[in-house]
């Protein structure tokens, strides 16, 4: 078999939203560069995301220079928006943390609120080096997170999600797959492993760049959702839940923690050392 390699680098700017897929992307302690620093929430201040809004899969979000983004969806005029000067935070929700952020202007609430038919608003991480820290039974003291879950980065294997779809064909509901990547929603794809082969890990590099590889991905009914039509059905959970299920968690995917920065590149070899 081939050494493991970097096959495919997804950002997502904002969180829920779909993915850009760039060649290369800079790797900061939180997660990577323009991952995942703008998130919507409700009236409560609580995080929507596809688990409430399917919807959001069909709106895209592109970094701009200068930390800002560009809205697009079927059916909507586009809109930029700038990143947030300085000025006043406010307390948001993301599932157990409080977080303190910079909302964007009222323009951006309106265009999201009227495409999902719910009020929202739309918010910034201003300060991902400070606001929000890793949960410490597997982080170091003083490392944080962006918008993601809960972890900077997640890894997914190619190999794996062929063994997954090949037991989707064998369920009883085979029409539902083969799934694609963007169902799981990673940041880093890696090819040429074993099945599965991304669980045994502890620490790899990417490139030049070392990780951490901390915790198993316990995923929920966004899985379910066709990215590219908001429609949602069975799978994967299903067969999660048969093959791949430790406890009440339905495992795939691994999440990372950088050890350093540096620049991650589609190509670059993934050594596993340890």
């Known amino acids: 078999m081939c050494s493991p390699v970097l ?62 983004i ?14 947030p000067g300085p000025g006043r935070t406010v307390a948001v929700t993301l599932h157990r943390s409080t977080i303190e952020v910079v ?6 609430h309106a265009w999201f609120s009227d495409r999902l038919g719910m009020e929202v608003r739309l918010v910034h991480l ?18 944080t997170v962006g918008f993601a879950d809960g972890y900077p980065l997640l890894l997914t294997s190619s190999a ?4 997954l779809n090949s037991l989707i064909a064998e369920g009883d509901h085979p029409d ?21 082969a991304e669980d045994t890990w502890d620490r ?9 590889v901390v915790k198993p991905c316990d995923r ?4 379910t959702t066709d990215q590219g039509t908001a429609e949602r059905g069975k799978e994967p959970l299903r067969t999660l839940a048969r093959h791949r299920r430790v406890g009440s968690d339905l495992l795939f995917g691994q999440y990372l923690i950088p050890d350093a920065t540096g620049v991650v590149r589609i190509g670059d070899p993934v050594r596993v050392l340890a």
């Open 7 to 68: 096959r495919a680098v997804h950002i997502h700017p904002v969180k829920s939203l779909a993915a850009c897929d760039p060649d290369e992307a800079v790797v900061e302690p939180w997660g990577l560069d323009g991952d995942r620093r703008w998130m919507l929430v409700d009236d409560t201040g609580r995080a929507v995301t596809q688990r409430q809004q399917p919807r959001m899969a069909l709106v895209s979000a592109m970094p701009l220079p200068g930390g800002g």
């Open 70 to 83: 560009g809205l697009s969806a079927p059916g909507s005029a586009p809109l930029t928006v700038d990143v």
């Open 160 to 163: 794996s999600l062929d063994a």
């Open 204 to 212: 790899i590099t990417i490139g030049d760049v070392p990780f951490r």
């Open 220 to 223: 929920c009914v966004i899985t």
């Open 126 to 143: 201003d300060a991902p080096q400070t606001r929000r820290l890793i949960n410490p039974v597997y982080a170091r003291p003083g490392e």
């Open 103 to 108: 909302e964007a202007a009222p323009a951006a």
């Open 176 to 196: 539902e797959g083969p799934l694609p990547m963007n169902r799981f929603r990673p940041n880093v794809v890696v090819d040429h492993l074993t099945p599965w």
